[in-house]
């Protein structure tokens, strides 16, 4: 039996309570939102499965234009899931996106990036599977409101384990228990109020098929993390499309809301997205060697790729103008374009550990509004890019790089300081990118249109705190 087979005789079971009633179509948009169409099962049968399902991909922002808008679904039959919060049985299928006339990938499609990402790997002969194990971390508040008008523009969270309700008058009382600022690593409850709310959070991926292994509060208030076991390259895609997806909804059916902003607050830890990497070849870790930290010279080459295309990655990685009010120069972000076994202040880390099978590198810089797809296949392209071109990344630095005096960080390089700087640095480092066709310069300029936009709008928008500083000068 086939992914195929398996996935029609679960389609025509009519058991009560088993019967599936609709199948949910779902893909991605270049800003990494997953989108989606829902159909009747009766509609879904074999040739279907086979011929994919047309579309208006002129909807899609970044995609076709009006006069060329028609594109086809194709389901993957081997990433199907009932989905949890629907009252109707619906099964959820990821779909890649194709030219209707070639049946060839939609060169702006995420999901087909990374396939060819896969297939250009195995291609090159350097390995056989790259593996990714993300770690995306998130806010939840209790209420969020936020204006951008012409006369006013503000925005307001509140979240009752915060620490700027230690004074607040509530009905029942305040019980004085949550973490302070940069304090929620890892008090247990009632300093910790959100243990089952991360614990429904992990049992729904687990009854969705999803690999996961543990949860908790992470430094900020109100901020956490779920633990998303390792999967190949689109599966892990696939994967973290589905974390987000249950993050959101679990938080909303508990009345609160979950954001992935990489810095939603000020004055608090911001969130990021460690991206673990490894590559096997010949059911062999390419990564493990006897070099620095246990590693092989690929390895090394590797991380030389990562800290070689860093800011050009950013647009990728950290793809939005909030993305840089975490990544600032002088505070515990991962910024300097340096790498270390001993220590988390550099943009790339190598995890200690025993067993070879688990030797990986650890991109930091990284934050949870990437799109996973791109943001995966451009990293390995990257290390690609180090290992074909042995790569040196020079020294280690296992000093502590947030105690070094300013005269000393001047040497280090850091990674970009703007989305501005990150898309003007995709511009004009792309090549890595485009081997094998992997990615195509269409492509990048299509999503550099859509940053633009989200530049533009952030740039030409006063703040309020302009009129802190300036308003009587």
Known sequence: MNATDDLLRLLANEEAGEKVEYVDLRFTDPRGKLQHVTLTASACDEDFLQEGMMFDGSSIAGWKSIEVSDMKLMPDTGSAYIDPFYSERTLCVHCSVVEPDTGEPYERDPRSTAQKAETYLSYCGVGDTAYFGPEAEFFVFDDVRYSNEMNKVSFEVDAVDSPWNSDTAYPSGNTGHRPGVKGGYFPVNPVDSSQDLRSEMLTTMKAMGMRVDKHHHEVAASQHELGLLFSSLTDQGDQLQKYKYVVHNVAHYYGKTATFMPKPIAGDNGTGMHVNISIWKDDAPLFSGNKYADLSDEGLWFIGGLLKHAK??????????????????????????????????????????????????????????????????????????????????????????????????????????????????????????????????????????????????????????????????
């Open 312 to 473: 050009s990655l950013n647009a990728f990685t950290n793809p939005t103008t909030n993305s840089y009010k975490r990544l600032i120069p002088g505070f515990e972000a991962p910024v300097l374009r340096a790498y270390s076994a001993r220590n988390r202040s550099g943009c790339i880390r190598i995890p200690w550990t025993e067993n070879p099978k688990a030797k990986r590198v650890e991109a930091r810089f990284p934050d949870p509004l990437a799109n996973p797809y791109l943001s995966f296949a451009a990293l390995l392209m990257a290390g690609l890019d180090g290992i074909r071109s042995r790569i040196d990344p020079g020294e280690a630095m296992d000093k502590n790089l947030y105690d070094l005096p300013p005269e000393e960080l001047e040497g280090i390089p850091t990674v970009c300081a703007s989305l501005r700087e990150a898309v003007d640095s995709l511009n004009e480092d792309m090549n890595y990118l485009l081997e094998g066709g992997v990615f195509t310069r269409d492509q990048i300029e299509g999503y550099c249109e859509l940053k633009w936009e989200e530049i533009y709008s952030y740039e030409h928008t006063p703040h309020p705190v302009e009129y802190q500083m300036y308003y009587s000068g």
